[in-house]
């Protein structure tokens, strides 16, 4: 091997990166083509800040390797899945020389081909639960190791690698608002990823994410798309007729923060992609009681109002993502969720609302008692009672849309120890 250092293979080079996560406001659902995961449709998403939900990645390169590894929020597990291949081996053919003239390290672009790598990669929210955990975690697996390699590509190019890892990963690439392009090439080359507006666009919006459940899905995104297209009548004229139109007037509600608009375009894609997985055979249930109970808080509150308040939307599990026009009301939005889903009388309230604790403040929260005090919303004083539904929300995040990836170059904060390159 011509990897060429002072001290020989003792070495470890490593880099650290955060990447957000993303909640699609026009939903992909469906493949063409299964191992490059070419999608049937665009698709427009927001951004989350990462502070509150993402993924940090360290990668790590030594030739004192013996084989390529992987550590998930504190667990080994396997590299041999093919997307995981796939993104590996695209970065690779893409590497360029690397020096580090402070460890003597000198790598040549062939050298990559021979070299092992170590992953170690964490979740700060809950992983398979559709929070989009799988899209943070391969965007951010692409950019930190095209950092670590020096590949010149920009964002756009490296989505088109992320997205073989995970459709939806392309659009954590950028900040702000994202479209992910379907393209039309059989190889993917223009099926990329490229950013509307960014985070400072529209930062009014607050997001406030009711946790439903934080288990792993039944059904796997993967094989629910692949049901839903061999089987539902309905995806066809979605992605022809339905979506395209979508794309264009949520682009312009977007750039003109239009957000009526941007609330009917956002709650019908998310009941449309739904009604989508029910059209499946079997029917694909990725909402469960307690979400259809917010979609109802939620509409009979924009109805009650001149102008709608807030949106609604789900990915494929039981979360509801709901995104308001700013953030009284957000604090408005909170005082409606505490007195529908109340919080278990034992619970730490810390624990129940995180991300952006300050949303409490401006709800004139401070204790569980604020919580049981909370009078019925205005819009449902003539139902008696008003039900309460206890414990059916583990925890609410509240966050706004944020910045794209990151590199972190504070080595404390590494999750690979930088002399072994094993897991610290």
Known sequence: MAVESTKKESWVLTVMAQTPTNIAVIKYWGKRDESLILPINDSISVTLDPSHLCTTTTVAVSPSFTSDRMWLNGKEIPLSGGRYQNCLREIRSRASDVEDAEKGIKITKKDWEKLHLHIASYNNFPTAAGLASSAAGFACLVFS??????????????????????????????????KWIMGKDDKG???????????????????L????????????STSGM???????????????????????????????????????????????????????????????????????????????????????????????VLIARNRKTAALLLQRLLFHFPPQSDADLNSYVVGDKSILKDAGIQDIKDIEALPPP???????????????????????????????????????????????
């Not at 490229?194 to 529209?202: R, S, Y």
């Not at 994410?209 to 796997?220: F, L, N, Y």
């Not at 205005?378 to 008003?386: N, R, S």
Request: net charge negative; aromatic share 6%; hydrophobic share 35%.
């Open 378 to 424: 205005p819009e449902i004083k003539d139902i008696i009672p008003a039900q309460k539904f206890t414990g059916d929300v583990s925890y609410f995040i509240c966050t706004k849309p944020g910045k794209g990836p990151i590199l972190i170059t504070d080595e404390d904060k590494a999750l690979l120890n930088p002399e072994t390159g094993l897991p610290k």
């Open 226 to 320: 692949r049901e839903t297209v061999d089987t539902s009548p309905l995806i066809q004229h979605r992605a022809a007729e339905v979506v395209p139109k979508r794309i264009l007037q949520m682009e312009e509600a977007i750039k003109n923060r239009d957000f009526p608009t941007f609330v009917q375009l956002t709650c019908s894609d998310s009941n449309q992609f739904h009604a989508v997985c029910l059209d499946t055979s079997p029917p694909i249930f990725y909402m469960n009681d307690t979400s259809h109970r917010i979609i109802s808080c939620v509409e009979k509150w924009n109805r009650s109002e001149e102008t709608p308040q807030v949106a609604y939307t789900f990915d494929a599990g039981p979360n509801a």
């Open 209 to 220: 994410i009711a946790v439903v459940s934080s288990r792993q899905k039944e059904t796997s």
């Open 145 to 178: 190791l095209a950092k670590l390699m020096n590949v010149k590509e920009d964002n756009g190019q490296l989505s088109a690698i992320a997205r073989q890892g995970s459709g939806s990963a392309c659009r954590s690439l950028y900040g702000g608002f994202v």
């Open 189 to 207: 080359s223009d099926s990329i990823a490229v950013q509307l507006v960014d985070e400072n666009h529209w930062d009014e919006l607050v997001i």
